[in-house]
């Protein structure tokens, strides 16, 4: 199957699930994540949340990535 059909199948069945409960704290879409990559990794894939942060320095503003 296509990685992109998959993780769309994934989002239509989390539809009724209270994800807030994969992750401790807050959701503000961190628990959507970690939902996602428990199955892709069940599946065969070889999938993680990676989060990237930098510090302002000169005129390169600070920021964050995450992706999956």
Known sequence: MDLLFV???LV????G???RS???G????S???YSLVKPLRLSGY????????WHHSGEVPGGMLISL
């Open 22 to 24: 994969v992750k401790l």
């Open 7 to 9: 993780v769309h199948l």
């Open 17 to 19: 699930t209270d994800v």
């Open 26 to 29: 807050p959701c503000n879409g």
């Open 31 to 33: 628990c959507i994540r």
């Open 46 to 53: 070889d999938a993680v949340v990676c989060v990237s942060r």
């Open 12 to 15: 239509l069945l989390m539809g």
